[in-house]
């Protein structure tokens, strides 16, 4: 197992452009989290799965963005008709059980100009 | 909510020790993170600790928790210039999403 993966590792899209992000978490991790870090910031917390159900979702996911994890195991992020306020990296993490540390993916970097 | 603040940066010379602590408000059991990032990668786990416990040490690595005052440090031993990166503390609830909120990150800068 190679950890967590995520792609593409850039994107440069045009406002309105919709954008979508791949995360194949560990394999055995049935726990998928996503968080968006803009510069000089920590993470923020977007959404979370345990297995396929989405069960968590932070009020930074507007209506333009979406996440699946159809078979609970890889996940997408969508955001539709991007902004300029969406450029950020865009990490994934996975983790097998609660509270025992999460492994992080090398995130999604978004510029959108 | 949780709230989760450390100081922006920390200078050290080579061979010295690093400390960088943290604050965090969530006063409900849970578990305490200390996280590394190199300049354009993720995020990777140095160590962590459950509120329970008060000291936590990993070769170079040492983790001081003081509840009472909801105060966490992360103590380098003899830093190196490869230690140079972004610290991040976190905490998570001890149940439930166990969502781990995150601080704005210490910059620690090593100098020969």
């Known amino acids: 197992d190679t950890g967590v993966s995520q792609n593409p590792r850039h994107k440069i899209t045009k406002r309105g452009q919709n954008v979508t992000f791949r995360c194949d978490p560990i394999?055995?991790?049935?726990?998928l989290y996503w968080y968006r870090q803009t510069l000089g910031q920590g993470p923020e917390f977007l959404t979370y799965?345990?297995?396929?159900?989405?069960?968590?979702k932070s009020r930074l996911l507007s209506d333009r963005f979406s996440a699946e994890r159809p078979k609970g195991s890889f996940s997408t992020l969508e955001i539709q008709r991007t902004e300029q306020g969406d450029s950020a990296m865009y990490l994934c993490a996975s983790s097998l059980m609660g509270g025992r540390g999460y492994t992080f993916g090398s995130g999604t970097r978004l510029t959108v100009v | 909510g949780e709230d989760v603040e450390q100081s922006l940066f920390l200078s050290v010379r080579e061979g010295d020790s690093s400390v960088i602590n943290c604050t965090y408000t969530d006063s409900s059991s849970t578990y305490l993170y200390w996280y590394k990032q190199e300049p354009g990668a993720g995020l990777q786990l140095l160590t962590y600790i459950f509120s329970n416990m008060d000291m936590k040490q990993d070769q170079r690595l040492t983790v001081l928790l003081n509840k009472k005052d909801k105060h966490l440090s992360l103590r380098i031993a003899d830093t190196q210039t490869g230690d140079s990166a972004i610290y991040f503390c976190?905490?998570?609830?001890?149940?439930?999403?166990?969502?781990?909120?995150f601080g704005r990150g210490t910059s620690l800068i090593v100098h020969p």
């Open positions: 394999s055995e991790h049935n726990r």
């Open positions: 976190a905490e998570s609830p001890a149940r439930g999403s166990y969502i781990p909120t």
């Open positions: 799965f345990q297995n396929e159900a989405q069960l968590e």
